[in-house]
């Protein structure tokens, strides 16, 4: 079975900080991982892919296969970061046909203090 | 149009009735989910269509009833509801399976 494990809760940071938030999976494939973020009173968006391994809104993930994490980053946190973020997991076209819906974490609500 | 729309946005209904919730998309995805979102959850696959067809039941109660009638249009019909059924129904779509997936805003569903 796949899970997607986000440890922290909640999150909070000060404006200019780093942010890390923490995300490890478990699947026997290849799995095809997302980090969603929702900010409030807005629909869930994407914010990256794993795969593509661009920048978006400064933030950068890349995944450890050793050590089974897709943890997200961004060195320096701006107040417009305040929402909450969530790790997906997907089968994977490689995976012989599992499930491809996305399996979440439980999310973590980052708070950017100014 | 690159956005995922789904109506009504928000649905009060019984235990009795019948309704029905749509998403739309025309962005040419092939694929097409169902999820369900409790407060302060994330949000769990209900079901999967792939080409206009059901490809995953993640074991959903049948008084949820999924329809795909073209490659843009999605529905979930619902019946008898239970109280607990009250959540936010988000409708995603993607490229094809296992691409990325593209939510629309959700609809808020109470059932009394």
């Known amino acids: 079975a796949q899970r997607v494990t986000q440890p922290e809760k909640l999150l909070s940071v000060f404006k200019g900080a780093p942010v890390e938030l923490k995300c490890n999976y478990s699947y026997s494939g290849s799995p095809e991982l997302f980090w969603y973020v929702q900010y409030s009173r807005q629909r869930l968006q994407l914010l990256l892919r794993?795969?593509s391994r661009e920048s978006i809104k400064g933030f950068t993930a890349d995944l450890n296969k050793g050590e089974t994490s897709f943890h997200l980053k961004k060195p320096f946190a701006q107040e417009e970061d305040s929402a909450m973020y969530y790790c997906a997991l997907s089968g994977g076209m490689y995976s012989g046909g599992g499930a491809d819906g996305l399996t979440f974490g439980k999310g973590t609500h980052l708070i950017i203090q100014p | 149009d690159t956005e995922v729309t789904q109506t009504p946005k928000h649905l009060v209904m019984g235990m009795t009735n019948k309704k029905s919730l749509k998403c739309e998309q025309h962005m040419g995805h092939r694929a097409m989910y169902w999820y369900k979102q409790k407060a302060k959850k994330p949000p769990e696959l209900m079901f999967v269509?792939?080409?206009?067809?059901?490809?995953i039941n993640e074991s959903v109660p049948s008084r949820f009833s999924p329809e795909c009638p073209n490659s843009s249009l999605l529905n979930l019909h619902l019946h008898a509801l239970q109280p607990e059924d009250s959540a936010l129904y988000l409708c995603?779509?993607?490229?094809?399976?296992?691409?990325?997936?593209?939510f629309g805003p959700g609809t808020r569903l109470t059932v009394t």
């Open positions: 995603a779509s993607s490229y094809e399976r296992y691409y990325e997936q593209y």
């Open positions: 794993h795969i």
């Open positions: 269509y792939s080409y206009e067809k059901l490809s």
